[in-house]
């Protein structure tokens, strides 16, 4: 038996200079304080805190159900990481105070009674061994399905399947278990950690005794191979399978275990066959666990699509971590499946504690009542907190009776509160003390970057958290560990394990992270640092989760956490059967302080928001009908089983998914809206009638008060009318002047003008430009046939008047100038100002160089068409269209129109324009006088009155009016989610012949695309088809594999001198050709409005041909410049590809055989995913 040392401790070597040196290359984790501040802070602690001597063998009670997760996340599917290094994770904490369950959630279930959550909570711990349990579990399941077979299913109920556990279930499993017994779809929405696994355990339970298959999907593999060892472990190695990408075991198993992905493709292959052909027969039961990445950007179609394919009579459970909408989610489950029930709960079964650390103090983050921030959080508090005074002390209460400032705190500027914030930045190691102190250990320390989360641990290493019991468990295990996993072993984390501390990130190989949760759950673990990843469904809680920043690093700067995340990491805080209640730390960093960390705790959680788009995968298998190819087993006279749909029916698909439901819910709801302002604007409108209005002018006048005022109205419109005619006289006596002077510039310069339109609110512009050339004169037919044939640049020749002239003379013409604003501007002459005799010479800047006009002409040619209205008038509009960068040091040059005198201005108006204003300016005074003479009426004040109302009524019509289009152009928009991006793909496949859209042929090229799982199938399906594939050995079919599916794979700045194999020349000229084949099918998508990325990359295929040779593990990372989890997942993604090969069709079977050859070789350790 080890004598126990105390739990936490510091040993002096912790202070050498050495360790000095060290933290102050860490500028995040520095040590600060003199050397006797800890010594007295050690002194303290041990003289207050009690410890009691270990047995031989000390762990943690565990969990008595799997929560809602995996032990390996992150190594393969869709991990996000910041790998910038973070400056700002200094951390430190002090605790107290309770909040609410989860802040900001509502919940159907907030009244169940405290005797069913205490009886819950404490049953749940009492079990004895791990192993005893499962082995009880497994007795139990077996004995229900016995009963199952004697006396029929009619025996399963809630308390049957309630009985396999050996303490009370909630009250919202037990509704969704209900409602599963029913014979509905369930969608369950719940706090992280809340058990809603158990929901899809008894219903594979009940599945399985009926003697019907159930399918388990998670978003990514590793949660997968988790899932695939609890459920063996509960039902037995032959009633569980798994399928993953590049793994498949018992596949013919009751319970399979898969991947969203693999369930998607079963459904492409299934929809529209017989239930008795399809791989779905005898399916009873789906499980979409962490539906909530429906929201994901990346993949959140494939959740979509497999809701919308599959069967109707197959039951579907649903499990989603609390999010805003889960009624809207069951809504469009029941709408496009069939009867679908929602459970929700917001209520934890360990209650949270939040608390916010700063440098001085860990204090509660919500006042009393939970319903805001602590007051003593306050930048006026931190404020003091940072000068040194203590408005707490003994004298503070009096002085604030006297209610006299005794502290003058000024207002903050900016700056003063970033200084603030960096001067209450806590520090790691107070906030270990802290937790120590609190008894707030074990925790789970999130930083959002992997250098942070090593920095962290070799800041720590010289802490010792363990005893010398704990101390020689963890020696035990890692001997073990080495000896079956020498490879695996992360080298530079050993010295932080035997003190107690781990760092758990993508960079880590899946075996040590897998390591690292399985010592945390032991309790051989005090803290673990860990990214964001783990927060996302792994089986790893924690008494508290530390949360060091409240924003991260992306690429473009940085960005707050969202609700959801936040609750997503809180959710690890508080085990079931072991803690009362959670803790939640929150942590004062550069960026942010309490006002921050309560704006996003109460800002409400995201509502789950659909990413439904097309893929080529999509598209061909919905699409594709007979084929021109027949495997040898397929008889010429035989009717095709799968026949493809129409772009009809594929529409009514797509019009199924998430988005097009809420969608269509916001139609309804505009349609209305566009209704009620229709029929106000109609009511409004027959208010201001010129009879309406005369109506009352009547009844509120006198007889001769009325009779007056209506004469002289009836004479002011006259005359209104006639100024209106003389005004568009006037404009085209303007364009009959314009037109020569226009049509008479030279060839020697580009004249400077001027531009002038009013916009909506009145407010006039005038844009100096630079005078290219009336369009018609052009030498270029983009712009020319685009006003030629477009009806938008269509101008009513009915409108001219052709007194004295003829319609050639007087009708408007399109010009085109580049304004100083670098845009190009299209405008008839109606919005020309003035045209000076000023611009850019015509000549060639050296000789050989072509003109100026031709220059920019040739920009203008280069453009794509896409001019925006600026204004209007009968005399043709004024369009913009965006200037490039080749035209931007042009538009510098152009001159501001200050610096342009009247001067200079060429424009000459004739004689007739002269008149025409002339006559304009007599006829708008005459109007002015005649208006003057009704303000002297008898009775204008009240018909004043009358015409103000008027007006402020047609103020309103227009402002309904602008609603209205608003409606009518959003709806008009409004089409299914992912339609048009389905249209753009259909063309680019027909185009590269990979399936005739007219006829739905599906060729090879567009067979092979079908099946294989990847971004952009098309991409994959052309290089593997290429036949100079055929001529490489394992090891270089592997590296051009690995080139196609390393997106985010990154060299680490960090590592400098970091070394990486080299591809062999054979592979680099194979990469070549197949460069020009992606730069091809590129232009074909450009030219389709396709964006989806065709990934090529050789930077890592010399890793990944140096694996496939044979090289060892350690030979590849000496001295490598990535991580070791970067390289795995390269490998592990190459390894799915190759392992598709084979099964793919149309492939040359020398291909298939050189991909199995090369996978085997790969697919060894310590990259390996399976252990235990």
């Not at 802290?434 to 959002?448: E, S």
């Not at 003479?933 to 009016?961: H, P, S």
């Not at 602008?962 to 989610?977: G, K, V």
């Amino acid at each position: 038996m080890y004598a126990c040392s105390p739990l936490f401790s510091i040993s002096h070597s912790s202070f050498s200079p050495a360790a000095a040196d060290g933290a102050n290359a860490l500028s995040s984790f520095a040590l600060v304080g003199p050397f006797t501040r800890f010594l007295h802070l050690r002194l303290c602690l041990f003289s207050s805190t009690k410890y009691s001597r270990c047995t031989a063998s000390y762990k943690f009670p565990g969990s008595h159900f799997p929560t809602e997760s995996s032990s390996q996340l992150s190594e393969d599917e869709n991990e996000v990481e910041s790998d910038d290094e973070d400056d700002d994770y200094d951390v430190a904490a002090e605790e107290y105070g309770a909040a609410s369950d989860e802040i900001g959630e509502g919940s159907e279930l907030e009244e169940e009674d405290e005797e069913e959550d205490t009886v819950s909570e404490e049953s749940g711990g009492v079990v004895g061994s791990e192993s005893g349990y499962q082995e009880a579990k497994w007795q139990r399941v077996e004995r229900i399905r016995n009963e199952v077979r004697e006396f029929g299913e009619e025996i399963l109920d809630v308390e049957e399947l309630a009985s396999i556990y050996n303490f009370r279930i909630d009250k919202f499993q037990r509704m969704a278990i209900q409602a599963f017994l029913r014979g509905s779809s369930v969608v369950v929405s719940a706090p992280t950690s809340s058990g809603k696994t158990l929901i899809a355990e008894a219903a594979a339970v009940a599945t399985v005794a009926r003697g019907k298959k159930i399918f388990y999907t998670t978003p990514l593999k590793a949660l997968s191979n988790q899932k695939f060892r609890d459920f063996r472990d509960t039902f037995g190695d032959n009633n569980v399978g798994l399928l993953t990408g590049d793994t498949a075991i018992n596949r013919d198993a009751q319970i399979l275990i898969m991947t969203t992905e693999i369930l998607r493709n079963m459904m492409y292959q299934s929809v529209g066959m017989a239930s008795s052909e399809s791989a779905l027969s005898h399916l009873d039961v789906i499980v979409l666990d962490e539906v909530h990445y429906l929201s994901d950007i990346s993949r959140g179609t494939v959740w979509e699509e497999i809701v919308i394919y599959c069967p109707k009579e197959v039951q579907l459970i649903c499990l989603s971590a609390t999010v805003a909408n889960p009624d809207e989610l069951a809504g469009w489950i029941g709408q496009i499946h069939g009867t679908t029930e929602l459970v929700t709960s917001s209520k934890r079964p360990v209650p949270l504690t939040w608390h916010f650390s700063t440098k001085t103090a860990l204090l509660p983050l919500l006042n009393e009542k939970g319903t805001g921030m602590n007051r003593r959080l306050s930048f006026s508090q931190l404020q003091l907190d940072s000068s040194g005074a203590n408005p707490y002390n003994d004298n503070w209460s009096r002085r604030r009776k006297s209610r006299k400032p005794q502290f003058d705190v000024p207002a903050l500027s900016k700056n003063d509160m970033n200084s603030i914030r960096r001067s209450q930045v806590p520090q790691i190691i107070d906030t270990l003390w802290q937790f120590k102190a609190r008894d707030m250990l074990p925790a789970v320390w999130f930083i959002f970057s992997r250098k942070g989360c090593d920095a962290a641990v070799q800041y720590l290493e010289q802490c010792k958290l363990l005893d010398e019991c704990e101390i020689t468990e963890v020696e035990l295990a890692l001997k073990r560990f080495r000896a079956r996993y020498p490879d695996a072993v992360r080298e530079s984390s050993e010295k932080g394990l035997l003190r107690g501390v781990a760092a758990h990130h993508a960079g880590c190989l899946p075996l040590w992270k897998s390591f690292i949760e399985d010592l945390f759950q032991k309790g051989l673990l005090k803290v673990v640092f860990a990214t964001e990843t783990l927060a996302a469904g792994i089986n790893m809680p924690a008494r508290t989760a530390v949360i060091s920043s409240l924003s991260k690093r992306i690429e473009s700067g940085r960005t707050l956490l969202s609700s959801n995340e936040l609750f997503q990491m809180a959710g690890r805080a508080g085990r079931r059967g072991i803690d009362k209640k959670g803790h939640v730390v929150l942590v004062q960093t550069p960026y942010e302080g309490a006002e921050e960390c309560c704006k996003v705790l109460f800002a409400g959680l995201d509502p789950l928001v659909s990413q439904f788009t097309a893929s080529y995968g999509m598209v061909l298998n919905l699409l594709a009908g007979a084929k021109i190819t027949r495997s040898s087993h397929e008889s010429n006279d035989s009717n095709i089983a799968h026949t493809g749909r129409t772009l009809e029916e594929a529409r009514k698909l797509i019009e199924q998914s998430f988005g097009n439901y809420v969608g269509s819910n916001v139609m309804v709801a505009s349609k209305e809206e566009l209704a009620r302002i229709e029929n106000e604007i109609q009511m409004l409108t027959s208010e201001i009638t010129d009879d309406a209005i005369d109506r009352k002018t009547r009844k509120q006048l006198s007889q001769k008060a009325y009779k007056e005022i209506s004469d002289l109205q009836e004479e002011l419109r006259a005359e209104k009318r006639i100024r209106t005619e003389l005004r568009r006289r006037m404009e085209f006596e303007r364009i009959f002047s314009l037109k020569p002077v226009l049509d008479g510039l030279g060839n020697e310069h580009l004249p400077f003008m001027c531009l002038q339109h009013t916009d909506s609110d009145g407010v006039r512009h005038q844009i100096p430009a630079v005078y290219l050339r009336k369009v018609d004169s052009l030498n270029t037919s983009k712009v020319k046939d685009m006003v030629q044939e477009s009806d938008s640049f269509a101008i009513n020749k009915e409108k001219f008047s052709s007194d004295a002239k003829s319609e050639d003379d007087i009708e408007p013409s399109y010009h085109v100038a580049l304004g100083s604003d670098n845009s190009w501007y299209l405008f008839t002459e109606k919005w020309i100002k003035a045209v000076y005799k000023t611009g850019f010479p015509n000549v060639p800047l050296a000789l050989g160089d072509a003109l100026p006009r031709e220059i920019m002409t040739s920009f203008l040619d280069k453009e794509e068409m896409q001019w925006l209205k600026v204004a209007d008038s009968e005399l043709g509009a004024l369009w913009s269209m965006e200037g490039s960068l080749e035209t931007w040091s042009w538009s510098l040059n152009v001159p501001v129109l200050s610096s342009l005198s009247e001067d200079d201005e060429i424009l000459e108006f004739s004689e007739a324009y002269l008149d025409a204003v002339e006559c304009y300016r007599e006829q708008r005074n005459k109007v002015s006088r005649l208006k003057k003479k009704i303000a002297r009426t008898e009775g204008f004040r009240e018909y004043k009155k009358i015409l103000d109302v008027a007006k402020f009524t047609a103020e309103k019509i227009r402002r309904l009016k602008t609603r209205s289009q608003r409606l009518i152009t959003r709806l008009e928009q409004i089409e299914p989610s992912g339609w048009k991006e389905f249209l753009q793909i259909s063309n680019v496949i027909h185009e590269v012949r990979a399936l005739d859209i007219n006829s739905y042929v599906i060729f090879p090229l567009g067979e092979t695309a079908a099946a294989i799982r990847g971004e952009n199938e098309l991409w994959l399906a052309m290089v593997l088809r290429n036949k100079i594939l055929l001529d490489l050995k394992p090891a270089q079919l592997a590296a051009v594999c690995g080139s196609l599916v390393s997106e985010g794979i990154k060299v680490r700045s960090w590592k400098n001198n970091g070394y990486m194999y080299e591809a062999s020349s054979t592979v680099m000229d194979v990469m070549a050709l197949l460069e020009e084949q992606r730069n091809s099918l590129i232009q074909v998508q450009e030219k389709h409005g396709v964006k989806v990325q065709c990934w090529l990359d050789s930077q890592f295929s010399g890793m990944v041909e140096a694996w496939a040779s044979g090289l060892t593990w350690r030979e590849l990372m000496m001295d490598c410049a990535m991580d070791e989890g970067d390289l795995a997942r390269l490998f592990r993604r190459t390894i799915d590809l190759l392992a598709q090969v084979p099964k793919l069709p149309d492939i040359d079977p020398i291909l298939q055989s050189n991909a199995v050859k090369a996978s085997s070789v790969m697919d060894r350790t310590p990259i390996s995913e399976l252990i235990g």
